[in-house]
């Protein structure tokens, strides 16, 4: 899915982003921190998993500058993007994705700073959304409270790694850590025992918590294993298993 965006793209505009940007802020970047936000802002709704309609992509002014005329361009294949996502992961769009790209100072060349927000909606909708975001939040707290605890102490700074060397920074403001075989995941695993959207981390509070996503080969912490209903908490020393792919929490 996110190798045809980026085709989409480079049909688009010819090629001519790949010659723009050698070496900055590439339009996949977008895509990937598009999908993260939508993630994060997920709710669970009367109708399942709800996302946000309106998504802003902040970038550097020089990034910007470089995007010039292609912005539209970027806007309209990012919002095809995230349909296809949600679709491709059960997650129930309020309305047609809406993209802004927009400049800010404070965020360095080369990176994208994404939110995603629930805006201009019917007032019945939006009473189900404020009543939704309530109540997801009462979920995750009460994820928190019954995940199964983490045996190993929390670091300041964890990293995901594996033994292909695959290193996954795992940073709160991150909010969520999403793991499996697709392209647009933050950590891509190419093994055809793990699903495509295999599992997912979730920063709760001031713990990561591991969420399996209904995978077809499982997911295990410590040879305990995680539930799409259960998630598992995790800490320094912690060794995950998606199918049979071993990745392990270690700190800097």
Do not use: C
Not at 192 to 201: C, F, G, I, P, T
């Amino acid at each position: 899915m996110l190798a045809r965006f980026e085709r989409l793209v480079e049909q688009a505009v010819e090629g001519s982003l790949r010659r723009v940007l050698p070496t900055h802020l590439q339009p996949v970047q977008l895509a990937k921190a598009a999908a993260r936000a939508m993630e994060e802002a997920q709710i669970i709704g009367v109708r399942g998993a709800e996302v946000p309609n309106s998504y802003e992509l902040r970038v550097a002014p020089a990034d910007m500058e470089r995007f010039g005329d292609y912005t539209s361009t970027l806007s309209h294949e990012l919002s095809r993007y995230l349909v296809d996502y949600a679709r491709e992961r059960g997650l129930r769009l309020v309305a047609e994705p809406r993209i802004e790209l927009l400049e800010d100072e404070a965020v360095r060349p080369g990176s994208v700073r994404a939110q995603a927000r629930f805006v201009d909606l019917a007032p019945a909708v939006r009473n189900e959304v404020d009543a939704a975001l309530e109540g997801t939040r009462r979920l995750r707290l009460a994820d928190l409270a019954g995940a199964h605890a983490a045996p190993h102490a929390v670091a300041d700074r964890l990293w995901l790694v594996d033994s292909l060397g695959q290193r996954v920074p795992l940073e709160p403001a991150a909010g969520i850590v999403r793991l499996g075989r697709a392209a647009d995941n933050d950590a891509i695993i190419a093994n055809q025992r793990v699903s495509r959207y295999h599992a997912q981390l979730r920063w709760v509070e001031s713990t990561w918590l591991l969420y399996d996503l209904d995978s077809t080969n499982g997911t295990w912490v410590d040879e305990q294993r995680v539930f799409p209903s259960q998630p598992h908490a995790l800490g320094l020393g912690a060794v995950l298993r998606l199918g049979d792919h071993e990745l392990r929490v270690r700190s800097e």
